[in-house]
């Protein structure tokens, strides 16, 4: 199998369980869904933050080992993926609701998950393994991705919480969602590197109570935007 055939085939493997994810998350917004372009923009935005990770991945591990090493691994994953939104579509005037913040972190993460997904499968692709190929893919679908839209989404929740405050405030609340993404992706990290066969199942299920949690609070901020803008109420005369 030619290489080129190969990386189509991990992409593919990469990219289609993102975009099930993202047409999940998309369906908590379509009452008021978000211009097609600005998703797809924003979804090629997260994929285009990892050949940037990666160089700056590897120049960490010239400085750092251990844990140390992990953390600073999950600060610049994170950090990239929250510059990549701000850059390319946090500031666009679409972005007039609370939800719509949660919902563009969510597709940045996805994006960069689509690409990373690949990368992963792409070796026992080449190696002929498709037992490892297909049990990669199932777990990152299951748990790494789910885990990039946990902590960019609790990114996505702060700065949708704070989206009628000041300016100030948006920046302290955007800065906090930061950094709780970094504490859960870095938890995620450390406990996956010490898991086996039968503690894997109790990683996941931190990822998967943390996207529960998310959701519930999703629908709360799309109460925000009815409690701000309340319809009006005519009477006749």
């Known amino acids: ?51 940037l990770v990666l160089p700056l991945q590897r120049l960490a591990i010239e400085q750092y080992d251990g844990d140390n090493l992990i953390f600073v691994w ?27 913040l949660i919902i563009y972190m969510i597709t940045v993460a996805l994006g960069f998950a689509a690409l990373e997904n690949a990368l992963f499968i792409f070796d026992p692709i080449v190696a002929g393994d498709t037992v490892r190929t297909l049990t990669t893919g199932k777990l990152r679908f299951l748990g790494s991705t789910l885990l990039h839209v946990l902590a960019s989404g609790t990114v996505g929740v ?11 405030l948006k920046l302290v609340f955007g800065t906090l969602g930061l950094f709780i993404a970094i504490v859960l992706h870095a938890m995620f990290n450390f406990f996956i590197i010490d898991s086996n066969g039968e503690t894997i199942l109790g ?13 519930l609070i999703f629908e709360k901020v799309k109460l925000l935007e009815a409690h701000h803008n309340p319809p009006h109420k005519y009477t006749s005369t």
């Open 158 to 168: 702060f700065l949708a919480l704070a989206f009628y405050r000041s300016n100030t």
């Open 203 to 215: 990683v996941f299920l931190f990822v998967w109570m943390g996207i529960i949690v998310l959701l």
């Open 74 to 100: 999950v600060i610049i994953e994170e950090v990239m993926k929250y510059a990549a939104a701000l850059l390319v579509v946090l500031w666009h005037k679409a972005v007039d609701e609370p939800i719509d």
């Open 1 to 51: 199998m030619a290489q080129s055939t190969q990386f189509a085939i991990a992409f593919l493997g990469g990219i289609i369980p993102a975009l099930f994810w993202l047409w999940f998350w998309l369906r908590e917004d379509k009452e008021r869904p978000e211009p097609y372009l600005l998703i797809i923009l924003a979804f090629i935005a997260g994929m285009m933050v990892v050949p």
